[in-house]
């Protein structure tokens, strides 16, 4: 009756490995549901994505051809638009118009890279918190998630979001 071994308990070691717990299954089931949605997020933007200004960026073609004709200074770069003053987000639509025909390929990487930057800086302040945590694994593919999930499908696709 020996050699009938008993239902091992989860967390239990067997020689030099562990048996997982259901919380790091869940956990790790997370991760790689965040990675596919990301991935997929991006995959959709990339592919669905209109070449084409919309909306505010035809003001921003505006005073880009305005610019380039000579015709504008360089001080409207800084000019209100709405109410708001927005100098980067210009300056990486103009730099799109000059280097990339003014496809959008530079404003969705940067709209992308800007949302890569939000979760590490979060995921970041999560590990300082709790820098081992089973928890912060999972909640860390929650931040993943919420910030590639298409429900803000706008934010990705208009390339004059950058500013947001």
């Known amino acids: 009756m020996d050699s009938i071994a008993a239902p ?8 030099a490995r562990a048996i997982p717990t259901a919380a790091s299954v ?3 089931a997370l991760i790689l549901l965040a990675g596919a949605l990301a991935a997929d ?8 994505r209109a070449p084409l200004p919309f909306l505010d960026e035809w003001d921003s073609f505006t005073l880009y051809r305005m610019l380039m004709a000579g015709d504008e200074r360089l001080s409207a770069l800084v000019s209100p638009h709405n109410e708001h003053r927005i100098f980067i987000p210009r300056l990486i639509l103009f730099s799109d118009y000059l280097f990339f ?20 800086m979060l995921i970041g302040l999560l590990r300082a918190g709790r820098p081992r945590s089973l928890g912060s694994l ?5 931040v993943v998630i ?10 990705f696709i208009w390339g004059f979001q950058v500013q947001f």
Do not use: H, Y
Not at 8 to 15: E, F, K, P, Q
């Open 138 to 142: 999972a909640i860390g593919a929650l």
């Open 26 to 28: 869940a956990t790790a």
């Open 101 to 120: 025909g003014g496809r959008g390929i530079l404003n969705l990487v940067s709209i992308f890279a800007i949302q890569v930057a939000q979760v590490v």
């Open 146 to 155: 919420l910030l590639f999930s298409l429900k803000q499908w706008e934010n």
């Open 41 to 48: 997020t991006v995959s959709t933007v990339f592919r669905l």
């Open 8 to 15: 091992l308990a989860a967390g239990t070691r067997v020689g």
